[in-house]
């Protein structure tokens, strides 16, 4: 459920910007319509029809935390919307202003402040992305190994902002396990330290509640982090990322697990292709060299580690695989697809049709956090779903689905249903189709015990609605969070559902909602 909000009128929004003049330089202060129309986009489909719903009223560049602080003060004296924007490679609608008002753009907070090598850690600016940060790092043999598919665009900020997931999370931990503490501006305007007690660098603190979690994954609804100490790790000696093909679904589901459960440390993650997104990658992947038409599915590992360890790890590994009737494709397939693997993010434009007509199709997935026995469940439902979108219309495309470890151990996977849509051929009806598709996707995922999102966040039409339903009281709590620091409701209006925290009867708003989803 999205709602939107006129934007500023004039005379209110020349007050606004002569305001913010007065604690930011002019050049940090943008109005041109095309500055504007540049940061209101995301990655994920778009309703491009209604695009002039989304488009902030200014957009500023602060350089430093102080900056931050001001320009939410500025908000809260005129009570307008703040939105926080990092690399704006989210998938949730994070860094899209419902409500217009100030686009708060971290990218000027780019600075390494420093790279302490006897504690192994980073304390830098939540402007800067990984790929820049590891450049530097690996003067010294070192990485943060937080590793998105949008890895080379996607800065620090915005993954404490959605508590990002990681590639090689079951070898390092994610988001969450790999920043130790941040400066983090609250709807205020006030800053605040966040970590594991006051210092920067503890990694574990029973001292009170554990904020820092709170802070991360909030969207940008909490407020906005602008300085981050991170956990650093030796630069790995060597990697090993052999893919297996098989003949069938069935045995690569269980070869998945076998190798989750195979308790290699140097392990970083498995993943399970389904035959949908088999058939998609033989189309799309310029990497990827097209596979037999035996092959129904695929499964991937990753190890990292020193030589001597990664080794005999994928000595483990090959002969688990084998005994599951797995094809090794090779060091060459296997190599450039795993190097690959931050490609497929723009994933290039090849949509099909019913019809099997080439179309320009951008990508959109549901991330489900599935548990290993749930799976084959959930990917029979979700296929049906977005079979049934197509039965409806022609502008929707089923690109597959991939199964992801969270951990080392294989409890969990995150679970991704990609789809194509046709986003030029979006109109209300179709748009409509579509959302409660996503709400149908994720209501499969709770039947089935998981989680409606893993990692990018439930704050969209379709699957937010359901976020109360997942969380219960906690959802009442969280309003309670948000309404006790936000008090004027400026930071990222309308994500969440949380506009219902402001009302005076939040139980009956929410029964009011489910209601509403059963008709």
Request: glycine residues 8%; proline residues 5%.
């Amino acid at each position: 459920m999205t709602t939107t909000m006129p934007s500023l009128h004039d005379e209110h929004l020349a007050r606004v910007i002569d305001r913010l003049r007065t604690v930011l330089r002019y050049d940090q202060v943008l109005t041109a319509k095309t500055d504007l129309y540049n940061r209101a986009r995301v990655p994920a489909p778009f309703p491009v029809h209604r695009w002039a719903e989304r488009v902030p009223d200014l957009a500023v560049l602060p350089e430093s935390t102080e900056d931050v602080a001001k320009v939410v003060g500025v908000a809260n004296e005129f009570k307008i919307p703040v939105v926080p924007r990092d690399g704006g490679t989210g998938l949730t609608d994070g860094a899209v202003p419902l409500r217009g008002g100030i686009v708060v753009d971290v990218k000027r907070l780019n600075k390494i402040h420093e790279i302490d090598l006897d504690n192994r850690t980073a304390t830098v600016g939540t402007g800067i992305n990984m790929l820049k940060l590891n450049e530097e790092l690996g003067k010294h043999d070192l990485i943060y190994p937080d590793d998105p598919a949008s890895y080379p665009c996607s800065l620090v900020g915005g993954r404490i902002g959605t508590s990002g997931w990681s590639l090689i999370g079951a070898r390092y931990g994610h988001t969450r396990d790999l920043v130790l503490s941040f400066d983090h501006v609250l709807p205020t305007g006030e800053v605040m330290h966040v970590g594991d007690g006051i210092g920067r660098k503890v990694s574990k603190s029973s001292s009170g509640y554990q904020l820092k979690h709170l802070f991360m994954g909030h969207q940008g609804t909490l407020g906005i982090a602008t300085k981050a100490t991170l956990k650093l790790y030796p630069k790995p000696e060597a990697e090993l990322t052999p893919f297996w093909a098989f003949d069938n679904y069935d045995d690569a589901y269980r070869c998945v697990q076998a190798l989750a459960h195979a308790g290699v440390a140097t392990f970083a993650g498995a993943v399970l292709f389904d035959e949908w997104k088999v058939a998609y990658l033989r189309r799309d992947d310029e990497a990827y060299i097209p596979q037999p038409a035996d092959v129904r599915a695929l499964v991937c590992t990753a190890l990292y580690g020193y030589e001597d360890e990664v080794r005999p790890a994928g000595r483990r590994l090959f002969r688990i695989a084998k005994e599951h009737n797995a094809r090794y494709l090779g060091d060459e397939i296997s190599q450039g697809d795993w190097a690959a693997r931050h490609d497929r993010y723009a994933t290039p434009l090849h949509g099909r049709t019913k019809t099997g007509q080439v179309v320009p199709m951008s990508w959109h997935c549901e991330d489900a956090a599935i548990n290993y026995t749930e799976l084959p469940a959930v990917t029979r439902q979700w296929h049906a779903i977005v079979a049934e979108l197509r039965r409806k219309t022609d502008i929707f495309d089923d690109w597959g689905m991939f199964a992801y470890t969270s951990a080392n151990t294989g409890v969990d996977y995150l679970t991704e249903i990609d789809v194509g849509i046709w986003e030029q051929q979006l109109d209300d009806a179709a748009w409509t189709l579509w959302v409660d598709a996503k709400r149908d996707i994720a209501a499969a995922a709770l039947r089935h015990g998981g989680s409606i999102s893993a990692c990018h966040g439930s704050c969209r039409e379709g699957e937010v609605d359901l976020v109360p339903e997942e969380l219960g009281r906690g959802y009442e709590v969280m309003a309670d969070i948000k309404r006790a620091l936000d008090p004027n409701n400026i930071m990222n209006p309308g994500k969440y559902l949380l506009d219902m925290a402001y009302q005076p009867d939040l139980r009956g708003a929410l029964a009011a909602l489910k209601e509403r989803r059963a008709r």
